[in-house]
């Protein structure tokens, strides 16, 4: 599996962003697709996942309200809305696959896009 991650940038505290994750590769209906993040002296951390068949999700307390998963299966790609960004919220976003549910450790993912750099200015 093939991960591309886009959509991120420079914006003010309290802007949008929505990142697109394409995947390819593989039939993706057994698996689960995070966004992770690594903010600036901090471990990598897992904000959002999706289970590609069933649309189960997991936000992380830390955003949760604020940022939103989805996919759309026809277009094999994922989405992380984020609203009312802070800028804590800077970082590299990256998405990543596994086969099976749901995890919240990097170690659990095996495919990883390239990462994507938000940053949230004040």
């Known amino acids: 599996v093939q991960l591309q991650a886009f959509g991120g940038g420079l914006v003010q505290a309290g802007d949008s962003l929505r990142l697109s994750c394409i995947l390819s590769g593989d039939s993706l209906g057994s698996y689960a697709v995070a966004w992770f993040r690594q903010r600036p002296g901090k471990d990598r951390e897992a904000v959002a996942a999706?289970?590609?068949?069933?649309?189960?999700?997991y936000v992380a307390d830390s955003v949760k309200g604020r940022f939103d998963i989805s996919r759309d299966s026809a277009k094999n790609t994922a989405y992380l809305q984020m609203n009312n960004l802070k800028p804590d919220d800077t970082g590299v976003y990256y998405c990543?696959?596994?086969?099976?549910?749901?995890?919240?450790?990097?170690?659990?993912?095996?495919?990883w896009g390239q990462g994507t750099l938000v940053t949230v200015s004040s």
């Open positions: 990543a696959a596994r086969s099976g549910g749901i995890r919240t450790v990097p170690h659990s993912y095996d495919y």
């Open positions: 999706i289970t590609w068949y069933g649309g189960s999700t």
